[in-house]
Protein backbone atom coordinates (compact mmCIF):
# COMPACT_ATOMS: atom_id res chain seq x y z
CA UNK A 1 0.00 0.00 0.00
CA UNK A 2 1.04 3.82 -0.48
CA UNK A 3 2.56 5.22 2.46
CA UNK A 4 3.84 8.54 4.18
CA UNK A 5 7.07 7.78 3.34
CA UNK A 6 6.30 7.86 -0.69
CA UNK A 7 4.54 10.70 -0.37
CA UNK A 8 7.76 12.23 1.44
CA UNK A 9 9.89 11.04 -0.91
CA UNK A 10 7.91 12.67 -4.03
CA UNK A 11 8.14 15.81 -2.10
CA UNK A 12 11.92 15.60 -1.20
CA UNK A 13 12.66 15.09 -5.04
CA UNK A 14 10.69 17.83 -6.35
CA UNK A 15 11.78 19.94 -3.76
CA UNK A 16 15.32 18.73 -4.23
CA UNK A 17 14.72 19.80 -7.95
CA UNK A 18 13.35 22.75 -7.73
CA UNK A 19 16.74 23.91 -5.10
CA UNK A 20 19.37 21.77 -6.99
CA UNK A 21 20.87 19.59 -4.41
CA UNK A 22 20.94 16.26 -3.75
CA UNK A 23 17.38 14.39 -2.72
CA UNK A 24 17.57 11.76 -0.17
CA UNK A 25 17.00 8.33 -0.96
CA UNK A 26 13.82 6.69 -0.77
CA UNK A 27 15.40 4.32 2.16
CA UNK A 28 16.93 7.45 3.96
CA UNK A 29 13.49 8.63 3.79
CA UNK A 30 12.05 5.69 5.08
CA UNK A 31 15.18 5.52 8.32
CA UNK A 32 14.41 9.41 9.20
CA UNK A 33 10.54 8.73 9.37
CA UNK A 34 11.00 5.58 11.77
CA UNK A 35 13.32 7.90 13.99
CA UNK A 36 11.15 11.20 13.59
CA UNK A 37 8.06 8.38 14.93
CA UNK A 38 9.86 6.69 17.13
CA UNK A 39 11.76 10.24 18.91
CA UNK A 40 9.01 12.71 18.85
CA UNK A 41 6.45 11.53 21.40
CA UNK A 42 3.74 12.95 24.04
CA UNK A 43 3.49 12.23 27.32
CA UNK A 44 0.95 9.01 28.53
CA UNK A 45 -2.04 10.21 30.11
CA UNK A 46 -2.59 9.94 33.62
CA UNK A 47 -4.14 6.81 35.05
CA UNK A 48 -7.87 7.18 35.21
CA UNK A 49 -7.99 9.76 32.39
CA UNK A 50 -10.36 9.26 29.91
CA UNK A 51 -8.76 8.58 26.65
CA UNK A 52 -11.39 8.98 23.46
CA UNK A 53 -11.36 5.84 20.74
CA UNK A 54 -11.41 7.36 17.62
CA UNK A 55 -12.18 4.22 16.20
CA UNK A 56 -15.83 5.04 17.16
CA UNK A 57 -16.45 7.27 14.65
CA UNK A 58 -15.67 4.82 11.92
CA UNK A 59 -12.90 7.06 9.95
CA UNK A 60 -9.80 5.85 11.75
CA UNK A 61 -7.85 3.53 9.45
CA UNK A 62 -6.65 -0.03 11.06
CA UNK A 63 -2.92 0.32 12.74
CA UNK A 64 -0.64 -2.71 12.94
CA UNK A 65 2.96 -3.21 14.22
CA UNK A 66 4.75 -2.50 16.73
CA UNK A 67 3.26 0.62 17.81
CA UNK A 68 -0.38 -1.35 17.51
CA UNK A 69 -1.64 0.02 20.46
CA UNK A 70 -1.86 3.50 19.60
CA UNK A 71 -4.97 3.40 17.83
CA UNK A 72 -6.79 5.69 20.08
CA UNK A 73 -6.30 9.24 20.57
CA UNK A 74 -3.24 8.61 22.12
CA UNK A 75 -0.69 8.91 19.54
CA UNK A 76 2.96 10.20 19.33
CA UNK A 77 2.98 13.45 18.65
CA UNK A 78 3.90 13.24 15.30
CA UNK A 79 2.09 11.10 14.28
CA UNK A 80 -0.93 12.95 15.21
CA UNK A 81 0.48 15.89 13.54
CA UNK A 82 0.47 13.97 10.13
CA UNK A 83 -3.28 12.60 11.10
CA UNK A 84 -4.73 15.58 12.04
CA UNK A 85 -5.84 16.96 8.47
CA UNK A 86 -7.96 13.71 7.90
CA UNK A 87 -9.26 14.09 11.19
CA UNK A 88 -10.78 17.21 9.99
CA UNK A 89 -11.59 17.38 6.41
CA UNK A 90 -14.20 14.04 6.42
CA UNK A 91 -15.25 12.91 3.28
CA UNK A 92 -12.60 12.90 0.16
CA UNK A 93 -12.70 12.73 -3.59
CA UNK A 94 -9.89 11.24 -5.80
CA UNK A 95 -8.26 12.28 -8.70
CA UNK A 96 -10.15 12.23 -12.40
CA UNK A 97 -7.49 10.58 -14.79
CA UNK A 98 -8.08 12.04 -18.38
CA UNK A 99 -6.84 10.96 -21.34
CA UNK A 100 -3.30 11.67 -22.35
CA UNK A 101 -0.46 8.98 -23.05
CA UNK A 102 2.44 10.54 -23.27
CA UNK A 103 6.06 9.90 -22.73
CA UNK A 104 7.99 11.45 -19.59
CA UNK A 105 10.38 13.92 -20.10
CA UNK A 106 14.24 13.19 -21.13
CA UNK A 107 14.92 15.69 -18.55
CA UNK A 108 17.48 12.60 -16.53
CA UNK A 109 16.07 13.20 -12.95
CA UNK A 110 12.60 12.51 -14.77
CA UNK A 111 13.49 10.10 -17.52
CA UNK A 112 11.57 6.31 -17.87
CA UNK A 113 11.55 4.25 -20.14
CA UNK A 114 7.68 3.53 -19.07
CA UNK A 115 4.79 4.96 -20.98
CA UNK A 116 2.59 7.63 -18.82
CA UNK A 117 -0.68 8.25 -18.06
CA UNK A 118 -2.04 11.79 -16.98
CA UNK A 119 -4.60 12.14 -14.55
CA UNK A 120 -7.10 15.17 -14.37
CA UNK A 121 -9.29 16.33 -11.46
CA UNK A 122 -12.59 18.19 -11.79
CA UNK A 123 -11.81 21.57 -9.87
CA UNK A 124 -12.46 22.31 -5.95
CA UNK A 125 -11.70 18.37 -5.67
CA UNK A 126 -10.91 17.24 -2.22
CA UNK A 127 -8.47 14.23 -1.08
CA UNK A 128 -8.55 12.00 1.97
CA UNK A 129 -5.27 11.95 3.80
CA UNK A 130 -4.68 8.82 5.22
CA UNK A 131 -3.92 7.72 8.84
CA UNK A 132 -1.99 4.59 8.08
CA UNK A 133 1.69 4.99 8.71
CA UNK A 134 4.10 2.65 6.99
CA UNK A 135 6.27 2.33 10.49
CA UNK A 136 2.83 0.55 12.04
CA UNK A 137 2.11 -1.14 8.99
CA UNK A 138 3.72 -4.89 8.47
CA UNK A 139 2.33 -4.85 4.86
CA UNK A 140 3.52 -1.68 3.62
CA UNK A 141 5.65 -1.94 0.25
CA UNK A 142 9.34 -2.14 0.27
CA UNK A 143 11.78 0.08 -2.06
CA UNK A 144 12.26 -2.97 -3.99
CA UNK A 145 9.08 -3.75 -4.97
CA UNK A 146 7.56 -2.83 -8.00
CA UNK A 147 3.76 -1.48 -8.72
CA UNK A 148 2.62 0.40 -11.25
CA UNK A 149 1.80 3.76 -10.06
CA UNK A 150 0.14 7.57 -10.20
CA UNK A 151 1.69 10.25 -8.44
CA UNK A 152 -0.72 13.87 -8.27
CA UNK A 153 0.39 17.11 -7.25
CA UNK A 154 -2.60 19.47 -6.00
CA UNK A 155 -2.52 22.60 -5.07
CA UNK A 156 -4.86 23.88 -1.59
CA UNK A 157 -6.36 27.25 -1.19
CA UNK A 158 -6.83 29.44 1.67
CA UNK A 159 -9.62 28.31 2.12
CA UNK A 160 -9.36 24.24 1.66
CA UNK A 161 -10.42 24.17 -1.99
CA UNK A 162 -7.98 21.37 -3.66
CA UNK A 163 -7.49 21.79 -7.82
CA UNK A 164 -5.48 19.69 -9.92
CA UNK A 165 -2.07 21.16 -10.65
CA UNK A 166 -0.26 17.89 -12.28
CA UNK A 167 -0.92 14.16 -12.36
CA UNK A 168 0.96 11.15 -14.37
CA UNK A 169 1.14 7.58 -14.17
CA UNK A 170 1.89 4.53 -15.59
CA UNK A 171 0.23 0.98 -15.82
CA UNK A 172 4.54 -0.38 -16.25
CA UNK A 173 5.55 -2.09 -12.85
CA UNK A 174 8.04 0.41 -11.21
CA UNK A 175 10.43 0.26 -8.46
CA UNK A 176 9.49 2.26 -6.30
CA UNK A 177 12.63 4.06 -5.04
CA UNK A 178 12.83 4.98 -9.34
CA UNK A 179 9.48 4.62 -10.36
CA UNK A 180 8.11 7.72 -7.18
CA UNK A 181 11.06 9.91 -8.28
CA UNK A 182 10.76 9.31 -11.89
CA UNK A 183 6.43 10.28 -12.07
CA UNK A 184 7.42 12.85 -9.42
CA UNK A 185 9.23 15.05 -11.58
CA UNK A 186 7.34 13.80 -14.27
CA UNK A 187 3.52 14.90 -12.64
CA UNK A 188 5.24 18.46 -11.85
CA UNK A 189 7.48 19.58 -14.57
CA UNK A 190 5.82 17.49 -17.77
CA UNK A 191 2.25 17.30 -17.29
CA UNK A 192 1.36 19.07 -20.68
CA UNK A 193 -1.73 20.56 -19.19
CA UNK A 194 -0.14 22.76 -17.07
CA UNK A 195 2.93 24.86 -16.63
CA UNK A 196 5.61 23.35 -14.58
CA UNK A 197 5.40 23.64 -11.17
CA UNK A 198 7.91 26.65 -9.74
CA UNK A 199 9.83 26.51 -6.13
CA UNK A 200 7.38 29.09 -4.74
CA UNK A 201 4.46 26.67 -5.06
CA UNK A 202 5.87 24.39 -3.18
CA UNK A 203 3.68 25.44 0.07
CA UNK A 204 0.92 25.40 -1.40
CA UNK A 205 0.98 21.62 -2.42
CA UNK A 206 -0.06 18.67 -1.73
CA UNK A 207 1.28 15.19 -2.92
CA UNK A 208 -0.62 12.03 -3.73
CA UNK A 209 0.73 8.45 -4.30
CA UNK A 210 -1.34 5.61 -5.61
CA UNK A 211 -0.17 2.07 -6.15
CA UNK A 212 -2.23 -0.02 -8.15
CA UNK A 213 -2.81 -3.69 -7.68
CA UNK A 214 -5.13 -6.18 -8.91
CA UNK A 215 -5.60 -5.96 -12.48
CA UNK A 216 -8.26 -8.54 -13.58
CA UNK A 217 -9.93 -7.94 -17.28
CA UNK A 218 -13.99 -7.36 -16.61
CA UNK A 219 -16.00 -9.72 -18.30
CA UNK A 220 -18.67 -6.65 -19.19
CA UNK A 221 -18.40 -3.67 -18.86
CA UNK A 222 -20.36 -3.45 -16.19
CA UNK A 223 -18.23 -6.53 -14.31
CA UNK A 224 -17.09 -4.33 -11.31
CA UNK A 225 -17.74 -2.63 -8.10
CA UNK A 226 -18.09 1.48 -7.42
CA UNK A 227 -15.30 2.26 -4.63
CA UNK A 228 -13.52 -0.85 -5.13
CA UNK A 229 -12.37 -0.80 -9.11
CA UNK A 230 -10.65 1.39 -10.99
CA UNK A 231 -11.48 1.37 -14.47
CA UNK A 232 -9.15 0.90 -17.52
CA UNK A 233 -11.16 0.96 -21.09
CA UNK A 234 -9.81 0.92 -24.47
CA UNK A 235 -11.63 0.36 -28.05
CA UNK A 236 -11.44 0.65 -31.38
CA UNK A 237 -14.16 3.21 -32.94
CA UNK A 238 -14.22 4.96 -36.88
CA UNK A 239 -10.62 3.16 -37.35
CA UNK A 240 -9.41 5.38 -34.61
CA UNK A 241 -8.19 3.37 -30.83
CA UNK A 242 -9.44 5.41 -27.95
CA UNK A 243 -8.04 4.78 -24.49
CA UNK A 244 -8.67 6.32 -20.80
CA UNK A 245 -8.56 5.32 -17.03
CA UNK A 246 -10.61 6.47 -14.00
CA UNK A 247 -8.59 5.57 -10.19
CA UNK A 248 -10.76 3.21 -7.88
CA UNK A 249 -12.65 6.43 -5.96
CA UNK A 250 -13.78 8.69 -9.21
CA UNK A 251 -17.43 6.47 -9.32
CA UNK A 252 -17.99 6.68 -5.49
CA UNK A 253 -16.85 10.23 -5.57
CA UNK A 254 -18.71 11.41 -8.27
CA UNK A 255 -21.98 10.10 -7.09
CA UNK A 256 -22.31 8.24 -10.51
CA UNK A 257 -23.57 4.90 -11.87
CA UNK A 258 -21.93 2.53 -13.86
CA UNK A 259 -23.19 3.65 -16.76
CA UNK A 260 -22.68 6.88 -15.89
CA UNK A 261 -18.86 5.94 -15.29
CA UNK A 262 -18.34 4.18 -18.41
CA UNK A 263 -19.74 6.76 -20.60
CA UNK A 264 -17.32 9.67 -18.97
CA UNK A 265 -14.92 7.77 -19.34
CA UNK A 266 -15.32 7.22 -23.32
CA UNK A 267 -16.01 10.77 -23.26
CA UNK A 268 -12.85 11.30 -21.62
CA UNK A 269 -11.58 9.16 -24.36
CA UNK A 270 -12.29 11.52 -26.95
CA UNK A 271 -15.18 9.74 -28.13
CA UNK A 272 -18.12 11.63 -29.51
CA UNK A 273 -20.96 9.58 -29.92
CA UNK A 274 -24.20 9.63 -29.10
CA UNK A 275 -24.66 8.98 -25.17
CA UNK A 276 -27.62 5.88 -26.36
CA UNK A 277 -25.12 4.40 -28.62
CA UNK A 278 -21.99 3.65 -25.81
CA UNK A 279 -23.55 -0.48 -25.62
CA UNK A 280 -22.50 -0.32 -29.48
CA UNK A 281 -18.69 0.15 -29.06
CA UNK A 282 -16.94 -3.33 -28.58
CA UNK A 283 -15.55 -1.97 -25.04
CA UNK A 284 -12.04 -4.18 -23.29
CA UNK A 285 -12.50 -3.33 -19.78
CA UNK A 286 -9.81 -3.71 -17.41
CA UNK A 287 -10.32 -3.44 -13.80
CA UNK A 288 -8.32 -2.62 -10.54
CA UNK A 289 -7.53 -1.75 -7.37
CA UNK A 290 -5.48 0.97 -5.29
CA UNK A 291 -4.63 2.51 -2.23
CA UNK A 292 -3.50 6.09 -1.97
CA UNK A 293 -2.05 7.93 0.87
CA UNK A 294 -1.21 11.83 0.48
CA UNK A 295 0.95 14.53 2.20
CA UNK A 296 0.99 18.25 2.34
CA UNK A 297 4.02 20.75 1.83
CA UNK A 298 3.08 21.33 5.71
CA UNK A 299 3.61 18.43 6.90
CA UNK A 300 6.76 17.46 4.87
CA UNK A 301 8.18 20.14 5.76
CA UNK A 302 7.71 20.35 9.78
CA UNK A 303 9.52 16.93 9.17
CA UNK A 304 12.32 18.07 6.56
CA UNK A 305 13.15 20.27 9.23
CA UNK A 306 13.61 17.60 12.33
CA UNK A 307 16.10 15.74 9.60
CA UNK A 308 17.79 18.92 8.94
CA UNK A 309 18.33 19.46 12.85
CA UNK A 310 19.66 16.12 12.71
CA UNK A 311 21.95 15.80 10.24
CA UNK A 312 23.73 19.51 11.72
CA UNK A 313 24.00 17.44 14.86
CA UNK A 314 25.96 14.62 13.52
CA UNK A 315 28.26 16.60 11.06
Known sequence: MATKAHCAYCFENLSASLEKRQPLSLQQVEE???KYFGEE????PEEGLEV?????DGTAEDFSGPNAQLTGSYRPAAISRLTATSQSTGSSSSSLPSTGVSTPSTNASAATSATSVTSGSPPRSIFSLGRRNQHQDKSAPSQTDEYPLF???NTISRNGNKSLRGCIGTFDNQELSDGLKSYALTAAFDDHRFMPISARELPTLECGVTLLTDFETAS???DWEIGKHG?????????RRFGATYLPDVAREQGWTKEETIVSLMRK???NGRREDWRKVDLNV???QGDRETMEYREWREWRDWVDEQEDGTS
Not at 231 to 239: E, N, W
Request: aromatic fraction near 16%.
Open 32 to 34: YLQ
Open 41 to 44: TTEV
Open 52 to 56: EDEDS
Open 151 to 153: VTW
Open 220 to 222: NPM
Open 231 to 239: LRISFHHHG
Open 269 to 271: ANW
Open 286 to 288: VRY
